[in-house]
Structure formats: C-alpha cells, structure tokens
C-alpha cells in the first residue's frame, strides 16, 4: 500500500526536467498541409518547396528533415515518473529545464530567435543548392544595425552590403568574423561594400568586444537568387533542416532521379558553400527515422559520437561534412541498392558513424 502511494504521489510531482522525444518529420520532396486561405475550418497541402522560374523534374524518392518534439515546459514539466521511464527510452532524452528554457529567456523571444534561425537557415539552404548546381548566388554581408560603441557606425548604413574586407571576397558573418580577427584592432581594415549598388570603399578599424575582433555590426548573409525557391514548413524552428532543404532543391532542379526511389532522411545545418554543420537531438532524430520508414540517415561528421550505439535497426548512418558528399552518398546509394551500407563498410568511402 506504502508504494502504490509513493508511485501516485511521484506521478503528480512536477520534475527539473523535459523529454526530448522524437519528433514529426517532413519529407522535403513532399507536401505539407497548411490552412486554406478561404476556409479557416479546412486545410490544403502544397509542395513543401516550390520553385519558379526555372523547370524541374520528377523526384521519386523521399528526403526526410527530422525534428525533436520537448514533452514540458516551465509552467508544466513531466512527472518523476514520466523521467524515469524516459530514462530507460534509448529514443528520449531528459535533459534540465534550463537548458532549453532558460530562465532570462521569454516565450516571446525563444519563438521569435527559432523563427529567425529558421529562415536564415533556409535562405542558406536555398544559397548552397544554387551554388552546388554552378549559379552565382552569393553577395556579401548585409548591415542590419550597429551597437553603441561600432566603429561602423557613420561609415556604413543599414543596407549597405559587404562585399569585401581586405581584399578578400564575403560570403558568410562567420567568414567575415575570421577575417577581422586576422586583421586585429590595431590597425584599420578596408571594407569594400555596396550602397544602393554602388560599390564604395573605407577604412575601419576594428574593435575588441569581450576577446571577439568586431565592426559592431549586425549582420546577415545577402544573396541574389536567379528564380524563386519557396520554403513552407509552418510551426517548426532552428537550423537543423537546412541540408536536407539544400538537397531536395537540388533534387527538384536535377533532371536525373537522384534518390531513384530510395528512402533517406537527415539532419544537418547548411552554409551557403556547402558545408554541414552539427545539430542537437540526433539520437531522437534517429528514432525519427526508423519511425518514419526510412532506409538510411545522413548525419553530421561532428555528431558522430551520439551516434555510436544509438542506431536503431533496420537504418544505415552515412556521416557527411559538406553538401558534396551527401550527394556523393545518395548516388552511392542509387547505384549500389540494398547493398550500398555493406558496400560503403568494407570500402571506406563514406565516413560512417555506425555501431
């Protein structure tokens, strides 16, 4: 009697913590449903990427963006018991409250900076299969704003682009931060960005800002697409989709069968050059997979260590860095079939994050 009024008494007890658990998952060759726009009550499908101005060609195949669900939330967490069977669940995860709902944090803000990190992500993903298929997309660096104390401010404007530092090409905030750490706050740097299209030049120096080398600018990536690529994937944030984005643009715009048929799902942050970057909840993601039916999963090279020994059966994990090898691997799986895991194992071709 002492222990069914512990369990019921554990039941009702709010926890510290949240469950990642495997989420929906979209197939970006698909369709989504979204809201008729004449008819609140009802809802239509459309093509989750759609593109205009350019042909496309049929894609057979299935290319799966994953996604993380969080069971809780600061104004209700799972019971204790709830986290103690999510312990034993290879496919969740518990995982402190804070941690993904930090306390200095509103709902206001962690909703408005998924949006953000979502759009971005997809005008990345847009950028990288354009590149990837020989279009010259990319711009420079676009100001959004300055902070105080910006050495920037009233040498460029909100608008300007960056096209240049130093002599050498923008393509990325990233790249631009390196860049400016190699020319350091000691002397001034040459910027060479566009104004309303017209190419200007200045020198700026640059700032330290708690050991980061800065202009104390805002920014974001500028890109000029040829033709229209629209993404439309409702109530799901972050970065996380953006290679598996970048292949079903790519495989829409491809006039061979680049899936041929085949099953694969992903995840992986994207750069407009390519590059794969590593994202959280991969082993849900993983579950995901196999819940989803697909055959094989490709992941991030630096995700590979959450990967060992949480491979669920009947899905091979192909590790990739850049958007060049996933391709490499979906081709590698179109010719090779059922065969292809085996094949890869043996061979070494592909980096692989197996059991």
Known sequence: MGSLVLAVGLAAVPSAYVIEQPGPWFD????????????????????????????????????????????????????????????FDPAKAVVPLEAIFPKQETKEEREASNTAQMVNSQQDAIAAALTNLGYDVIVGVEVLGFTDQSPAKGVLSIGDVITSFNGTAVESVPQLRELLKENGTQTPGTVSFLRKGVAQEAQITPID??????????????????FEVKIRLDDVGGPSAGMMFALGIIDKLTPDEMTAGNH?????????QGNVGPIGGIRQKLYGAQKAGADYFLAPVDNCDEVVGHVPSGVSVFAVS???????????????????????AEMNMFPTCQN
């Open 28 to 87: 970006t060759l698909g369709a989504v449903s979204i809201p008729d726009p004449d008819n609140a009550d009802k809802k239509i499908k459309i093509p989750l990427i759609t593109i205009d101005g350019a042909e496309t060609y049929p894609t057979p195949g299935e290319l799966d963006l994953l996604t993380v669900s969080v069971l809780g939330n600061p104004e209700q967490t799972p019971s204790w018991i709830e986290v103690a069977a999510a312990w």
């Open 209 to 226: 800002v708690d050991g980061n080398t800065v202009l104390g600018i805002g920014a974001t990536a500028k890109y000029d697409f040829p």
């Open 264 to 272: 694969f799902a992903g995840t992986g942050t994207i750069d407009a």
């Open 322 to 344: 850049t958007l060049d090898e996933a391709i490499n691997v979906i081709n590698f799986v179109e010719k090779h079939g059922d065969k292809a895991a085996a094949m890869n």
